[in-house]
């Protein structure tokens, strides 16, 4: 352990009370102020948890309605007559405008553009799996496999 001398004493004694009167004027009136800071921290965790009651109030209120047009546009709808449509399957199709026009050649999820189909080449992606050749950049010459 360390031996002090008296002046050593001294020295550690007067930095010690140097420290305490720093200390007590750094945080002179500190003690209102830290009591009013937590005041105004509970008053507002109050009125956001009271914000936060109101608005899921309202929006429960806003699910109720929901539910209830909900229900009521079934009801409206399960109480509606239903109109038969005459069957297409039962005569022969010749008119152009019963059959869609979308068609989708290598079902690639892409509808083929006109110009594809006169072309007869569909467009968009085409599959390997399929067995298809791929021609991405439409010139007719089908992309080096890699």
């Not at 010690?16 to 003690?31: C, H």
């Not at 009801?75 to 005459?86: E, H, L, M």
């Amino acid at each position: 352990m360390l031996n002090f001398t008296s002046d050593q004493w001294v020295i550690v004694g007067l930095v010690f009370l140097l420290g305490l009167l720093v200390g007590g004027f750094l945080f002179s009136g500190g003690g209102r102020k830290w009591k009013q800071r937590y005041n105004s921290e509970v008053s507002r965790r109050r009125e956001l948890e009271q914000t936060h009651a109101d608005r899921e109030s309202q929006w429960r209120d806003q699910e109720k309605a929901h539910l209830a047009e909900l229900k009521a546009r079934d009801k409206a709808i399960a109480a509606a007559p239903v109109a038969v449509a005459p069957a297409v399957a039962d005569r022969a199709v010749t008119d152009r405008s019963i059959v869609s026009d979308r068609r989708d050649t290598n079902n690639d999820g892409i509808v083929d553009t006109e110009e594809a189909l006169r072309a007869n080449r569909p467009a968009g992606f085409m599959d390997r799996v399929l067995g298809r050749e791929r021609d991405v950049d439409g010139d007719g010459i089908p992309d080096r496999k890699e």
